[in-house]
Every structure is written in C-alpha cells, then in structure tokens.
C-alpha cells in the first residue's frame, strides 16, 4: 500500500512538474532608438534556443541548458560555437577576473595611497509594484527598475521559464553596465519572463521595449533536438579567459 | 694667366661638390687589395648566436611543421607551407622568433590549426616581423570560409605571460587572428590583420595596430591606442577595457568603438551605437548610420560631437562643450544630470535635453528645441 502510495506520489509530481514545464515557442520583439529585433525563443525539455529571425545577416544563436545555465554560442558566420559556464556571481558585482585596484608603493617615506574606491553605482533592484493583469492569457505582475531617475517598468509572468536575454558575444569584463545590461539578468534571477519591458527616457521617450508577440505551446518533435545541439560541422572554440 | 688658373681650378672644385661622378674620380683610394681576411677566432654560432627553424634544429611532428622545444632565438631562412596543422609550435619559455620578413602559409582545403600555437602556460616569448596567411575569405554578407589556418597566433590551455607580437600581417584565418590574453602581461603593437572570422587582435596592451573584415570584435584589449578595428557583424568594433586612445572603430551593426574611457576617438556603425563610454568620452566623435546613439557615456561626455540618423546624437550623464544631432526623432543631446556649454539638434524630436542646462542651446526642425528642468542662460 505504502509503496503504490509512493509510486502515485512520484507520478503525480512528475506529471505536475512536466505540466509546469513551459515548452514551445515564443516571439518577441526588442526594440532600441526605434529599431526591432525580431527574437524567436524555443524551449524544449530543460533547453532553450534564442535567435534573430531577421535574415540580414549570420546572427549569433543561443542554446541555454536551463538545469545548468550553461550556454552555447553558435556563430553561423565562421561555423564555429563556444561554450560558456554559468555566471554565478550578483549581477551588481564585477564579473570574475576584474581585477582590483592596487595599493600605489609608499615612496620616500609617503605614506601608501589608499585603495581607490570603485565609482558610486545605484544598485539595481527588481521592486514588485503589486499591479497584476493579464496579457496574451498568462497572469503578469508588474516590477520595476530604477536607476539614475529612469525607470524601467515590466510586466513578467512565472508561468514560462526563467528570462534569458539574447546575447550576442561573450561578455566584458568590467565597467558601468547600462539598465539595458543588467534588467534581464535581475528577471532571469526571479525565473520571471517578461511580456512586455519598456525602458524611457526621463522626458518620456521609449529607450528600450520589449515585447512578447505571442505564446505557442508546443512539445518540440524528435527532429527539433537537433536545434538545442551546435551543428555537426561546426568546431568549437575556447572561451575567452576571463 | 694665374688668375685665369686660379678661377679654373676654383671651378672645378666647386662642380666637384655637386657631381659625384667628379668628386670620386679625385678621391678614389688605393687599387691595392687589403689582403686576406684575417681569422675572426669566432665560432658560427658566435657569428650568428641564433638558430634556423627547419628540419634539423626544430623537428615537427604529425601536427605541426615545426617545434621550438628549446629557450633561444630563432628565425627563418625561408617561406614555410604546410598542408595540414600548424606552422611551428613553441613549447618552452624563453623563446624569440624572428620570422625575418617570410610568410608561414597553409593551404588546407578546409581551415585547421595554427600559424604559430603557444602551448600552455608559457612566458617571456616574443614573435615578430613577417607574416601569416591563410585562405579565408568573406563572401561578402560576413559569412566566412575556405582554406587555411584557424588560428593565426594561438595559445592552448593556460593562457601565456610576457608575451610580444610585433610586426607581423595575419590574414585569412577562420576563427582568431592574433589570440593572447587580456588582464595580462601581453602587447601586441604594430601588426595587422585582415579577413578573419572570428576576434582580430586580442591582448592586454595594443598599439599601432589595425585589424579590418573581422567576424567577431576586431580589436579587444585593456589600454589601445593609435589602432583601428572595423568588425563586418554585430560585435564591437574596437573594444577597450579601461583606455581607449586615438583609436578608430567601426562595427556594422554592432557598437563602433567602445571603452572604458575613450580620448581623441572615433567610432562609427552602421546601425549600432557610434561610441560607447563606459566611463568618460573626451575629444570623441560618434556616428550612428541608424538608430544607435551616436555617442553614449555613462558618465561624462566632454568636447564631444555624437550623430545618429534616426537615434539620439549624444547621451550622457554630464556633458560639456559637446554638440548632439539626431536626423531623426531622436534627441540632438541628452544629458540626465548636467548639460553645459552644448548644443543639440533634432530634426523631430527634442534637440536638448537635460536636467540642468547651463550656457545651452536646443534647435529642431519640428520636435522640441529645449527641454530643461532647470534652465541656466540656455534657449
């Protein structure tokens, strides 16, 4: 008894957890100074694609391993992909290998120069406004993002997969990072997907927008496997050290 | 009479300062041979206290022509192709090649390997003065292929230290063209590279350098200086991590140019931002052929001039002495805290915008001239 009890339990998670598991294709557009990026999201089991469907030119394409979070750039343009760990660190912190500021040598009886400190950045954080609504039949809250007088409001639902921005090269290393940087992290950090973002200016002008064009359930055929793996022909290249 | 000889021999003094010809036909020397060479007692490598790189002193193997396995100097005597592989590997410190103006080529069918591959964890290597070709090309719409290397200077496992590249042309590589390290003691300066599909110089220090028709970003590196990178995709075009100085970069939809700070540069792009400081931008220009910023600063723009057809001329935190255009409907100049001493044009949206305009001037053609929460002397 104990242990039908066990198997039932175990089904019915399991049966719960893949129902949860959004898997299918969304299209979104980003939109910058006017221009939009056509972005096609696909998500299979624990795997997700990101690319521009825009055909001007070999756009970088994305492979995500959502358990992980380890990443897979594929570079159409040369055939070659590279592979990238998972960034473990806060989002408001320097990337790994920045390296710190040294304490200058006392010279003739100076004292050393005080480690300079790093500039004065306003800590990003993804405040809940506590505004629910509905958009394209998926439940959203609505959060926002403020930084040097401009907020950047967005309305993201739990109901998908946590957010992961389209990224088109291995990333820097240190410097300032815009709120156009550093907003999908924070949402990706929730598991939150947004629906629609938009970044303005102080004088109300749009900065930034991004916005979900529609939501397809769909469990990705056999065939589609081959879209979360780097192409046969491709070689792969190491990441760059730091 | 005397007089007579005196002015001609005068003359012809004076013309044989002017023609050679003369003057050697009264200097020439002895006809008498020196005699034999004396012995110089010096052994030849005394002479030439370097080695030659070829089969007998630096053998090869199934993957590349030829292994430096021992500290020294070296240099070629002689054009190296190979087939398959790399050119030559160095698998010790200490080791200065001298390429002595040749060229090590590969003509694989289809890209592999390295012109000169560093194995790991090495230091104290300098390369210089010659060349490195492969046989990729760029069809035209920034799809790279054909023959070659992949790699034209590479490094495998742990990244070297104390590295020099001087002098040397890359070209036609698959992936990198001159791959080091940044954040390190690496220098690349004076080199070229064209016509690679992937990053074109990447070191920590870079100067005097120029690395055009890259597939990725065409030159990455800490402090660059007097260098142009121009990347033919969506990667930057010249990225520094803290200076860029005297640089040019072009991107075509990715951002030009791109530092930490940037003084006396130019970045342009076709549809990305122009210039991108992440820091301060001085003595810039950006252009933006679409709706990127012509310039952005984080924090402070200063005798700046940023373009952009469509998008906002200059953004910036605090902007001095900087003019702003936007062809578009975006903002001639923005500056979220301070604008002074600026001026900014948009052809339909606001032409100056900040929070505190002190000494500035908006125009517009149908937008809004000025938008100033607090207006100091500006119109």
């Given at each position: 008894?104990?242990?039908?009890?066990?198997?039932?339990?175990?089904?019915?998670?399991?049966?719960?957890?893949?129902?949860?598991?959004?898997?299918?294709?969304?299209?979104?557009?980003?939109?910058?100074?006017?221009?939009?990026?056509?972005?096609?999201?696909?998500?299979?089991?624990?795997?997700?694609?990101?690319?521009?469907?825009?055909?001007?030119?070999?756009?970088?394409?994305?492979?995500?391993?959502?358990?992980?979070?380890?990443?897979?750039?594929?570079?159409?343009?040369?055939?070659?992909?590279?592979?990238?760990?998972?960034?473990?660190?806060?989002?408001?912190?320097?990337?790994?290998?920045?390296?710190?500021?040294?304490?200058?040598?006392?010279?003739?009886?100076?004292?050393?120069?005080?480690?300079?400190?790093?500039?004065?950045?306003?800590?990003?954080?993804?405040?809940?406004?506590?505004?629910?609504?509905?958009?394209?039949?998926?439940?959203?809250?609505?959060?926002?993002?403020?930084?040097?007088?401009?907020?950047?409001?967005?309305?993201?639902?739990?109901?998908?997969?946590?957010?992961?921005?389209?990224?088109?090269?291995?990333?820097?290393?240190?410097?300032?990072?815009?709120?156009?940087?550093?907003?999908?992290?924070?949402?990706?950090?929730?598991?939150?997907?947004?629906?629609?973002?938009?970044?303005?200016?102080?004088?109300?002008?749009?900065?930034?927008?991004?916005?979900?064009?529609?939501?397809?359930?769909?469990?990705?055929?056999?065939?589609?496997?081959?879209?979360?793996?780097?192409?046969?022909?491709?070689?792969?290249?190491?990441?760059?050290?730091? | 009479?005397?007089?007579?000889?005196?002015?001609?021999?005068?003359?012809?003094?004076?013309?044989?300062?002017?023609?050679s010809?003369?003057s050697t036909a009264f200097a020439q020397g002895s006809l008498t041979p020196p005699g034999q060479p004396a012995p110089t007692m010096k052994s030849a490598d005394q002479i030439e206290p370097r080695t030659i790189v070829n089969a007998v002193n630096t053998p090869g193997d199934?993957?590349s022509l030829f292994i430096i396995r021992q500290p020294g100097s070296y240099y070629l005597t002689t054009n190296l192709?190979?087939?398959?592989?790399?050119g030559i590997d160095i698998n010790t410190n200490n080791v200065t090649l001298d390429l002595n103006g040749f060229t090590i080529?590969?003509?694989?069918?289809?890209?592999?390997?390295?012109?000169i591959?560093l194995a790991?964890?090495l230091s104290d290597i300098t390369i210089y003065n010659g060349h490195?070709?492969?046989?990729?090309?760029?069809?035209?719409?920034?799809?790279?292929?054909?023959?070659?290397?992949?790699?034209?200077?590479?490094?495998?496992?742990?990244?070297?230290?104390n590295v020099l590249v001087s002098r040397v042309?890359?070209?036609?590589?698959?992936?990198?063209?001159?791959?080091?390290?940044?954040?390190?003691?690496?220098v690349?300066e004076a080199?070229?590279?064209?016509?690679?599909?992937?990053?074109?110089?990447?070191?920590?220090?870079?100067?005097?350098?120029?690395?055009?028709?890259?597939?990725?970003?065409?030159?990455?590196?800490?402090?660059?200086?007097?260098?142009?990178?121009?990347?033919?995709?969506?990667?930057?075009?010249?990225?520094?991590?803290?200076?860029?100085?005297?640089?040019?970069?072009?991107?075509?939809?990715?951002?030009?140019?791109?530092?930490?700070?940037?003084?006396?540069?130019?970045?342009?792009?076709?549809?990305?931002?122009?210039?991108?400081?992440?820091?301060?931008?001085?003595?810039?220009?950006?252009?933006?052929?679409?709706?990127?910023?012509?310039?952005?600063?984080?924090?402070?723009?200063?005798?700046?001039?940023?373009?952009?057809?469509?998008?906002?001329?200059?953004?910036?935190?605090?902007?001095?002495?900087?003019?702003?255009?936007?062809?578009?409907?975006?903002?001639?100049?923005?500056?979220?805290?301070?604008?002074?001493?600026?001026?900014?044009?948009?052809?339909?949206?606001?032409?100056?915008?900040?929070?505190?305009?002190?000494?500035?001037?908006?125009?517009?053609?149908?937008?809004?001239?000025?938008?100033?929460?607090?207006?100091?002397?500006?119109?």
């Open positions: 008894m104990k242990t039908k009890t066990l198997i039932a339990a175990f089904c019915s998670f399991f049966i719960l957890h893949s129902a949860l598991a959004f898997e299918g294709r969304i299209t979104a557009a980003l939109t910058r100074g006017g221009q939009a990026t056509p972005l096609l999201y696909t998500a299979g089991t624990n795997c997700l694609r990101v690319e521009v469907t825009a055909p001007d030119r070999p756009n970088p394409v994305d492979l995500l391993d959502l358990q992980s979070g380890d990443m897979t750039l594929l570079f159409p343009n040369n055939r070659s992909f590279v592979r990238l760990k998972a960034a473990t660190e806060d989002s408001s912190t320097p990337p790994p290998g920045a390296p710190a500021m040294p304490n200058m040598p006392a010279a003739g009886g100076m004292p050393a120069t005080p480690m300079m400190p790093p500039p004065m950045m306003e800590k990003l954080e993804l405040t809940a406004t506590g505004d629910k609504t509905n958009l394209l039949g998926l439940a959203c809250e609505k959060y926002e993002l403020k930084q040097r007088g401009e907020t950047m409001e967005i309305w993201a639902t739990g109901h998908l997969f946590p957010f992961q921005p389209y990224v088109q090269n291995q990333p820097h290393r240190f410097g300032p990072r815009m709120i156009e940087e550093q907003w999908g992290e924070l949402l990706k950090a929730k598991k939150l997907f947004p629906l629609l973002a938009v970044l303005k200016f102080e004088n109300g002008e749009e900065r930034l927008r991004f916005e979900v064009k529609s939501v397809t359930p769909q469990k990705p055929e056999e065939q589609d496997s081959a879209l979360f793996q780097p192409p046969a022909e491709y070689r792969e290249v190491q990441p760059l050290p730091f | 009479m005397k007089t007579k000889l005196l002015i001609t021999g005068l003359t012809v003094l004076a013309l044989s300062t002017l023609n010809q003369l199934a993957t192709t190979v087939s398959t592989g790399d080529a590969s003509t694989a069918a289809s890209a592999t390997g390295n012109g591959l790991s964890g490195i070709r492969g046989g990729v090309t760029n069809n035209g719409s920034g799809v790279y292929g054909g023959g070659g290397y992949n790699y034209g200077i590479n490094w495998s496992g742990i990244s070297p230290v042309s890359v070209s036609g590589c698959q992936d990198y063209g001159i791959y080091l390290n940044t954040g390190d003691s690496t690349v080199c070229t590279v064209r016509t690679v599909g992937s990053y074109g110089i990447l070191a920590s220090t870079i100067k005097s350098c120029s690395a055009l028709d890259c597939g990725g970003e065409a030159i990455q590196g800490d402090q660059v200086s007097d260098c142009r990178g121009q990347s033919s995709g969506s990667a930057v075009g010249l990225f520094a991590n803290a200076t860029a100085l005297n640089c040019y970069g072009y991107s075509s939809s990715g951002c030009g140019l791109a530092a930490s700070t940037a003084l006396n540069c130019f970045g342009q792009s076709g549809s990305g931002a122009g210039l991108q400081a992440n820091n301060t931008a001085q003595n810039c220009y950006g252009y933006s052929n679409g709706s990127g910023y012509g310039i952005y600063a984080y924090f402070t723009a200063e005798n700046c001039y940023g373009e952009s057809s469509s998008g906002n001329g200059v953004y910036a935190a605090t902007a001095l002495n900087c003019y702003g255009k936007s062809g578009g409907s975006g903002d001639g100049l923005y500056a979220s805290v301070t604008a002074s001493g600026c001026f900014g044009f948009s052809s339909s949206g606001t032409g100056l915008f900040a929070f505190i305009a002190n000494v500035c001037h908006g125009a517009t053609d149908s937008g809004t001239a000025l938008s100033a929460t607090h207006n100091v002397n500006s119109y």
